[in-house]
Nanobody, 126 residues
Framework: QVQLVESGGGLVQAGGSLRLSCVAS????????MAWFRQAPGKERECVAA????????RYAESVKGRFTISRHNAKNTVYLQMNSLKPEDTAVYFC???????????????????WGQGTQVTVSS
């Protein structure tokens, strides 16, 4: 069982930056592929970034490529999402998600992941 706790959300002006963190409980974090999802009001949850458990290969949604960076520090049981050049359309609740093993081809699907955090609100003002 893995528990995930996100932090780092808040209110920022358009063009600004935020860094989200997700700390995982347990001793096997290095075996988990991780991802960040977001859900805006009235919209479906979407995956914005994912990272493999071992060599740190990353995947991004087209809407955030070049602006967001996912990374992980296995010794700290933490995955990060650095968000730069934020836009009002990035406003959403951001969730951390994890699955044990390889990232796989379904990395962008929320049903692919077994573990979820409670979410952290990100609001970007224009």
């Amino acid at each position: 069982q893995v528990q995930l706790v996100e932090s780092g959300g808040g209110l920022v002006q358009a063009g600004g930056s935020l860094r989200l963190s997700c700390v995982a409980s347990g001793r096997t974090f290095s075996r988990y592929a991780m991802a960040w999802f977001r859900q805006a009001p009235g919209k479906e949850r979407e995956c914005v970034a994912a990272i493999t458990y071992n060599v740190g290969v990353t995947r991004y949604a087209e809407s955030v490529k070049g602006r967001f960076t996912i990374s992980r520090h296995n010794a700290k049981n933490t995955v990060y999402l650095q968000m730069n050049s934020l836009k009002p359309e990035d406003t959403a609740v951001y969730f951390c998600a994890g699955l044990e093993g390889p990232l796989g081809t379904g990395w962008y699907q929320d049903s692919w992941y077994s573990y979820w955090g409670q979410g952290t609100q990100v609001t970007v003002s224009s």
